[in-house]
């Protein structure tokens, strides 16, 4: 059973934008500690998973990889106990699986998908031309 749960994944044409959102299931996100961070992962056909951003749950620090940025935004909100993914001008290449993920065991925020303990079972974006 997945801890977490992502939402709002569909199909867009390029240039638009679509907004994921990912939250624990059964429990609260401050439920796992003062190091929780979210991550958010892609993983295209063919292709290995990568890194998107991240974001710390107390503090609210972000990370975000570099061919998302300027493009992509992550927010969380801590009284709806939800994470999002904002992504606009979305290109073809943006089309994949996107998973959240949650990690608490680190200071910092990380890129790697080990680090990350908890995930969810992941939205497809398609973003056609």
């Known amino acids: 059973q997945a801890q977490l749960v992502e939402s709002g994944g569909g199909m867009v044409q390029a240039g638009g934008s679509l907004r994921l959102s990912c939250a624990p299931s059964?429990?609260?996100?401050?439920?796992?500690?003062?190091?929780?961070?979210m991550g958010w992962f892609r993983q295209a056909p063919g292709k290995e998973r990568e890194f998107v951003g991240a974001i710390g749950w107390i503090g609210g620090s972000t990370l975000s990889a570099d061919s998302v940025k300027g493009r992509f935004a992550i927010s969380r909100d801590i009284a709806k106990n939800t994470v999002y993914l904002q992504m606009y001008s979305l290109k073809p290449e943006d089309t994949a699986v996107y998973y959240c993920a949650l990690s608490a065991r680190y200071i910092d925020l990380r890129e790697w998908e080990n680090d990350y303990d908890y995930w969810g079972q992941g939205t497809q974006v398609t973003v056609s031309s």
């Open positions: 059964g429990r609260t996100f401050s439920s796992y500690g003062s190091l929780t961070a």
